[in-house]
């Protein structure tokens, strides 16, 4: 089976309802990012940085997959598939999708702010206890904060996830600004010559060489890309 690696951001989930971060209305016009998204922010107000992330968390589980987290997930029937989101959505294991990386945490998820990838801490919160009370402690005693990796913090899921991009066939990129790194570092992996996709409905700029581009939404994007698959 030919393997097909995917690199997706804000921009898959956009059609499940979702605000990319950055651009016109993006998330991070109304929540300055250095509040809710940077380990000083945590540090600083640990109760807006939750209520927050309650927010987006009680969003989250009102949200469905889209068409486009469909066809990856269905891909699997006849390549394997691996899918690294810089998302901290969940919707492409409720797509189907089995072999997820997440590079920036995950939302459904909760930790200690003392040991954040201490197994024995990390909780897993679903529909009907989806909202952590400010002030709330973990396991360890320290407060309990959202398994999110805040700027200024490491990505340790960034090694496995670059060994997979190396170990590629297929790669493609969908709906990211490629602004962060280390994530957008990923496009520099993959072995010469192969075929390397990007989809997104507005120009994204990469230094990144032989890159097909599909400028259309998720959606579109991936029925498009399906057609093209088969005969590569
Ligand atoms: P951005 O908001 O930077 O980029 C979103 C991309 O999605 C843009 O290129 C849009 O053109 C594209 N887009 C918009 N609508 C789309 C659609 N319907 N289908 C496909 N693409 C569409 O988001 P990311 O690149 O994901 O980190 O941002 C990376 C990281 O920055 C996030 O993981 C987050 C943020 O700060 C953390 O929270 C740690």
Redesign the pocket.
Known sequence: MKKIVFLT????S??SGFK????ND?LWENYP?EQV?SHEGWEQDPTLVTNFYNMLRKKLYAAQPNEGHKIIAALEKEYNVTVIT???DNLHEKAGSTHVIHL?GELTKVCSSREPYDPQYIEELGPDNSQVAPGTKAGDGSLLRPF????GESVPMLEPAAREVEDADIFVV???????YP?ASLLYYTKPGTPTFL????A?STEARNITYIRK??SE?MKELAEMLPKL
Do not use: C, K, W, Y
């Not at 951001?9 to 898959?12: I, K, L, P, S, T």
């Not at 969908?174 to 962060?180: C, P, R």
């Open positions: 951001g804000a921009g898959m956009v059609e990319t971060f950055r651009g993006g990012v998204a810089q998302n901290v920036h999110i990796v805040f700027f969908i709906g990211t600004s490629l602004n962060v994530a989809i997104d409905p507005n994204v939404g998720a994007g």
